[in-house]
């Protein structure tokens, strides 16, 4: 018999939400986290939006997950008490060229069944004064949610259900064995062995090196994952007041482009930008060299935000599928039984909107392991 019925590696938003929706399933169910706690990359690293889906493809996982998730999230949220709000958000075309990509996202959205209102620039200036645009887009469901209220949350009903976290548990071998894996783990105290009858793997940044950890070439699989940093910069004045919802403009392929994004507590901020880090190295650090770029994409969408009013805030990495020059890549969510590995679930290239979809991922997980 194995020592547990299925082990979780990654203690972010991903892992936290599949630890909740199936401890009452598989009682004992471990979580690994290389970390010192939960929650500690990506997922307390991003904007804390609660998206609406209006970006992605028709019929693909990001469409379907961010829409459900979003869902899941507000009843939650609702449920669980943790800190939410929905602000709404404009999409703001800041130019007359930019129209056509704004109706093209309107058509988007809506077919990813999204409520959308199309605004003429008055209507933006009556919503937002400060904000330059000459037409937009009223997203009424987006909103912004705690993204550690919701993996302590998570977190607190996976314990209730029997579930254990494990820091400082660092996966570095995943060999299948007759009825299940056998993973190897690093600890403070050294290297130990457990037996699981089932993985989920949902290391984020690392997601593509688990994956091959079980044999899988990730680069024939598609699975290899390229980290694209994005960094933050705060309003550090009464200028934070001079929005009251988020704002965002007209997307690239490549991301989103800078936005405003509210904090819970009131706070301003500008970000993300989006820089590929070929070499993989976890940095966080926030390069105010950027500043004047920032503000320059800041002054855009907001032209009263001078350099000054910025300072250097956090940033996060993407675990992206999408290589630079590369079109749209979809979230996978994969069982492995076609490569001889049962009972293992990939989940890689879980970049944004991941923490939106993460309840909606956690339930496609669940279908995927059948009792
Ligand atoms: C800048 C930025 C902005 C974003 N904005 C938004 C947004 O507004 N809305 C939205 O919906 N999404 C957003 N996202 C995406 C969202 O943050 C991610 O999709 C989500 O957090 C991914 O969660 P995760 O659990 O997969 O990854 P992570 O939170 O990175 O968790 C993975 C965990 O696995 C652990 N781990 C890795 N390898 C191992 C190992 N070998 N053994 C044990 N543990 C391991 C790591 O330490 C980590 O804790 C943004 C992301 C970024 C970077």
Redesign the pocket.
């Known amino acids: 018999m194995a020592d547990t019925p299925l082990t979780v590696?990654?203690?972010?938003?991903?892992?936290?939400a599949v630890a909740a929706r199936l401890a009452p399933r598989f009682p004992g169910l471990v979580v690994?986290?290389?970390?010192d706690r939960?929650?500690?990359?990506?997922?307390?690293?991003?904007?804390?939006?609660?998206?609406a889906g209006l970006y992605y493809p028709a019929g693909s996982l990001k469409a379907v997950h961010?829409v459900r998730g979003k869902q899941l999230l507000y009843e939650t949220c609702e449920r669980l008490g943790i800190p939410h709000r929905r602000t709404g958000k404009i999409v703001v075309a800041t130019e007359e060229g930019e129209e056509p990509e704004l109706d093209a996202l309107l058509e988007r959205g809506r077919g990813n069944g999204v409520e959308l209102e199309r605004l003429t620039a008055a209507q933006c200036r009556r919503l937002e004064p400060n904000v330059r645009a000459v037409a937009g887009l009223l997203s009424s469901s987006t909103g912004i949610v705690s993204?550690h209220g919701l993996m302590d949350a998570l977190l607190q009903e996976a314990r209730g259900a029997g579930a254990l976290l494990q820091t400082r548990?660092?996966?570095?071998g995943l060999d299948r064995r007759d009825r299940g894996y056998r993973l190897t783990?690093r600890t403070p105290g050294g290297t130990e062995a457990i037996t699981s009858e089932r993985v989920v793997n949902?290391?984020?940044?690392?997601?593509d090196?688990?994956a091959a950890l079980a044999g899988i070439d990730p680069d024939a699989s598609g699975y290899r994952l390229h980290w694209?940093?994005?960094s933050?910069f705060a309003v550090a004045s009464a200028k934070a007041r001079l929005l009251s919802r988020l704002v965002y403009p007209v997307p690239t392929p490549v991301h989103l482009g800078i936005h405003a994004?509210l904090g819970l507590d009131g706070r301003l901020r500008f970000?993300?930008d989006a820089h590929h880090v070929p070499e993989r190295r976890l940095d966080f650090t926030v390069d105010d060299g950027r500043r004047a770029a920032f503000g320059a994409d800041v002054r855009r969408l907001v032209p009263d935000i001078a350099d000054d009013d910025l300072t250097p805030d956090l940033?996060?990495?993407?675990?992206r599928l999408q290589a630079p020059g590369e079109g749209f890549r979809d979230f996978v969510v994969a069982e492995e039984s076609g490569r001889g590995l049962p009972g293992l679930v990939n989940?890689v290239g879980?970049?944004?909107?991941?923490?939106?979809?993460?309840l909606s991922l956690a339930e496609a997980v669940d279908r995927l392991l059948p009792a």
């Open positions: 590696v990654g203690a972010g938003v991903a892992g936290l690994l986290e290389r970390r939960h929650g500690t990359e990506a997922s307390s690293r991003n904007s804390e939006v609660v998206h961010c993204a548990a660092e996966l570095v783990v949902a290391a984020g940044l690392e997601s090196r688990v694209w940093k994005g933050y994004v970000g993300p940033a996060g990495i993407r675990a989940m879980i970049d944004s909107p991941g923490l939106t979809s993460s």
